[in-house]
């Protein structure tokens, strides 16, 4: 299997952490609003498909920013 050069870690990192919080928030949220009725699938994959628009730029920028913020809160070995 191909492996994706380290440089792009970050980018790799944002893409699933954004694609896997957006489906689960936006689920969660889905079923608070108007829970699990006729419809439910369809709303989900439109707000999770916004949501994760938003998101993956979102988490591109400010995943080092709380990876720099992490490494100067927690002790080193």
Known sequence: MARIK???YTLVF???MSL???TMMSGV???INTGVT???FS???HAG???WVVAF???SIIAPVAHWIARKLVETE
Do not use: N, Q
């Open 6 to 8: 380290r440089r792009y």
């Open 14 to 16: 944002a893409l699933f």
């Open 20 to 22: 896997f919080m957006s």
């Open 29 to 31: 949220i889905t079923i």
């Open 38 to 40: 006729e419809g439910f």
């Open 43 to 45: 709303r989900w994959l």
């Open 49 to 51: 498909l916004v949501a």
């Open 57 to 59: 730029p979102l988490i």
